[in-house]
């Protein structure tokens, strides 16, 4: 559907952020951005998930300088509250009893960066989405699975736990982790990708 027409490094370990490029025809570089992960005490969330995504394409921008690099951190927020990814199973059976039943929101952050020409935009999208109300046992038996130990909020809509999604309000990919529509209009506007 579209074709990579400038040099485009994908800073990220997450399998689906490859996939929802791969599947529009974007071919990319892949790396790791190495970032400490930490909200500050007073950041609120979309400061928090914003600087996430810079943090992460400046982080290998020295290795890339003649790419443009793309970026992106995606986190669940509940009432105020960031959830993360569950540092145990412990942890992601507390996520989930507060998630099901609930609507909470989802925020992912990306940044596109140029290097050779300090060309830096970072967008945010936002979208709710409305978790099934489950039993203990059925949360355990998803934990059990092991989907929900490296995803942030302890679900991923992609996968098992989408049988758990009710609703979503806004860009069903931003919740997966780019929300595709905004990603691609920056990738064209800045002449990084063109129609196929």
């Not at 399998?15 to 992960?37: K, S, V």
């Not at 940044?111 to 949360?139: G, M, N």
């Amino acid at each position: 559907m579209y074709r990579t027409i400038a040099p485009l490094v994908l800073a990220s370990q997450s399998p689906r952020r490859r996939e929802l490029l791969g599947q529009m025809g974007i071919e990319f570089t892949l790396t790791n951005a190495d970032i400490e992960e930490t909200r500050f005490a007073v950041e609120s969330a979309p400061d928090f998930v914003t600087r996430m995504a810079q943090e992460k394409a400046l982080a290998v921008a020295g290795e890339f300088s003649e790419s443009w690099i793309l970026a992106a951190d995606t986190i669940v927020v509940l009432q105020g509250e960031v959830l993360g990814k569950p540092e145990d199973k412990s942890a992601a059976v507390k996520m989930l009893s507060a998630i099901a039943g609930n609507w909470h929101q989802v925020l992912t952050a990306f940044t596109l960066y140029y290097p050779e020409a300090k060309h830096l935009v970072t967008r945010i999208d936002s979208s709710r989405v409305k978790i099934a109300a489950l039993s203990e046992a059925q949360i355990k038996a998803y934990i059990a699975t092991g989907e929900p130990l490296d995803k942030a909020g302890s679900y991923a809509v992609q996968g098992l736990g989408g049988a758990f999604v009710e609703a979503i309000e806004g860009s069903p990919t931003n919740v997966i982790g780019l929300p595709l529509p905004l990603v691609i209009s920056e990738l064209l506007t800045c002449k990084v990708i063109a129609l196929a």
